[in-house]
């Protein structure tokens, strides 16, 4: 038999690239990606130099942000991750899931946390942020979000449009994806849409990251788009802060800088990097946090801004007294069902297909996850789109390197956990259909039918998507330009701003969400300057 010895080659193989993941990098520039995006891990580089715009956070939303303003004006981008370029455990299809397994507490390209619900969650500490760990399902927002959301809908349109030129492909679904397909059409999760990028009720096939060679693109890549010129990346450094100077009024704090230390906890020294001073105030640019919904709230709470009485009990000055930062944080509440894997698929596999069901309300997709470096399980997963209960994060410490704590409040509400209960139902029927059940054979969970039981599944199981936004809502921390109430030249442009989940999978919204903004100050800034030399 040929078989096992296939199985240690790839059990070496992994291991061997574990290896080569855990060697240390030169802290000179490095010599990844396209050469004329610059990057580098030495902070004495950046430290001390003035920017026209700062962009803290490079994953979905940062990096079409960073690339969009670098048309026109220079940019810092800081990363507390490093480079994805040549790591197979993100780039590589066929180790999809891998960098999920090993994390650590400074330098993995995914970072765990256990919320205080008791739910282990991930966050992405990478350049390219989530879009290099994730599934890579790409699909758009409902367009009754887009509404919702005020945004212009053309521009949506290009901006979208945008981003999937460069970095988006039509998968060709795996046998088991063609399954869960006919599983979902025959649990009743009508229409069938074929391939589609919109948000639409019924089943369809989306998009994704993975190329045709089966290679993950990030928003790491479209950093390509900007202008190499105008263009600074920061690796490997974490932002402790922003530095505020008040105005000439005496009342309003202007953000002008940024306060930073290196990821890996070998130094706490502190650097410091700026904004351009114009002589016209009205044209500085801005500090821009694209952290992710645990880091953008969590530095402006570092950097004074939130609760009063919290930051008091860290012995943070108050900037600003801004009650709703950290409050409202949000994930989607989710169930998933584990088949033993079937000789026919071993590898592992990202979702491509999708079933949205019950007016929006239940998103169900499959995939095929390692649960070790030589495992991996067959799952069907549906997740709540527009759960009531939410939570609130608030600082563990003040080293921005250490996770804040979060507290989502999964199934708090009675609403949530009596539609739990029908999300269960449905899940159900999918993994009992004739396809699923004739491949998958049945899950390892055991099917339960009375209200009772399932309640009590919902409670035990309840998981995550990774889906989780808020903390910086639009409306109560920014407002419909994404600017943060009560102090000048600081926005917050990412995940943290959403009040509900925008779709199937937010990576798209997000990526879109960094391209529009970074048009939208653009044209602020040409009106500006139209105005002042008319």
């Known amino acids: 038999m040929k078989f096992p010895h296939i199985v240690r080659c790839r059990q070496i193989l992994l291991a061997f690239i574990f290896f080569l993941l855990n060697l240390p990098l030169s802290s000179s520039s490095l010599p990844q990606g396209k050469e004329f995006t610059y990057m580098t891990s ?144 025959e649990a009743g999760i009508l229409p069938y849409n074929g391939y589609s990028l919109e948000h639409i009720k019924g089943t369809k096939m989306g998009r994704t990251v993975f190329d045709e060679w089966g290679k993950r693109h990030t928003s790491a890549d479209l950093l390509e788009a900007g202008n190499p010129k105008n263009i600074v990346v920061l690796l ?22 940024i306060r930073f230390i290196k990821s890996d906890g070998s130094s706490n020294h502190t650097h410091e990097a700026y904004l351009n001073q114009p002589k016209n105030s009205g044209t500085w640019g801005d500090i821009i946090l694209s952290a992710g919904a645990l880091g953008s709230p969590q530095i402006l ?60 309300k239940f998103i169900i997709e499959a995939g095929v996850v390692p649960i070790s470096f030589n495992a991996s399980t067959m799952r069907i997963s549906a997740k709540m789109a527009f759960p009531a209960s939410r939570g609130k994060l608030e600082l563990n410490s003040t080293d921005p390197r250490i996770n804040p704590s979060v507290k989502f409040n999964y199934l708090a509400n009675k609403k949530d956990l009596d539609e739990s209960v029908r999300m269960v139902q449905l899940l159900q029927r999918v993994a009992k259909s004739r396809s699923v059940s004739s491949f998958a054979g049945k899950p390892q969970e055991k ?88």
Request: charged share 20%.
């Open 447 to 534: 099917t339960v039918s009375s209200k009772h039981e399932l309640r009590k599944l919902c409670k035990n199981k309840v998981r995550t998507f990774y889906h989780y936004h808020g903390g910086c809502t639009v409306g109560s921390v920014v407002d419909d330009d994404y600017r943060v109430y009560g102090v000048q030249g600081l926005r917050v442009i990412d995940g943290s701003t959403f009040q509900v989940s925008p779709g199937t999978n937010p990576m798209a919204t997000l990526l879109m969400l960094g391209r529009y903004q970074g048009i939208k100050i653009l044209e602020e800034r040409k009106d500006f300057i139209s105005h002042q030399n008319p």
């Open 42 to 185: 030495d902070v004495n580089e950046v430290s001390g130099k003035s920017f026209d715009y700062i962009v803290v956070g490079g994953g979905a939303a940062g990096c079409p942000l960073a690339a969009t303003l670098s048309e026109k004006f220079s940019v810092l981008l800081v990363e507390r991750g490093g480079s994805p370029h040549g790591n197979p455990l993100v780039t590589d299809k066929r180790y999809y899931g891998s960098s999920l397994i090993q994390t650590d507490e400074f330098s993995s390209v995914a970072q765990s946390f256990v919320s205080e619900d008791g739910v282990r969650n991930l966050r992405g500490r990478v350049l390219g942020g989530s879009t290099a760990i994730n599934g890579g399902f790409y699909s758009r927002a409902s367009e009754d979000f887009v509404k919702r959301s005020g945004w212009d809908g053309e521009l949506v349109k290009e901006s979208y449009a945008w981003v999937e030129a460069k970095i988006v492909f039509t998968p060709l679904l795996t046998p088991w994806q063609t399954v869960v397909k006919f599983g979902l059409l």
């Open 236 to 257: 490997n450094a974490t932002v402790k802060n922003i530095i505020f100077n008040t105005n000439g009024k005496g009342k309003e704090k202007r953000a002008n800088g």
């Open 301 to 360: 709470l570092l950097s004074g801004i939130g609760p009063h009485d919290h930051l008091k009990d860290f012995n943070i000055p108050i900037t600003l007294d801004l009650k709703e930062v950290g409050q409202g944080t949000q994930d989607n509440p989710a169930i998933g069902f584990l088949f033993d894997t079937v000789p026919q698929v071993r590898l592992p596999e990202s979702p491509e297909v999708v079933g949205i069901a019950d007016d929006f």
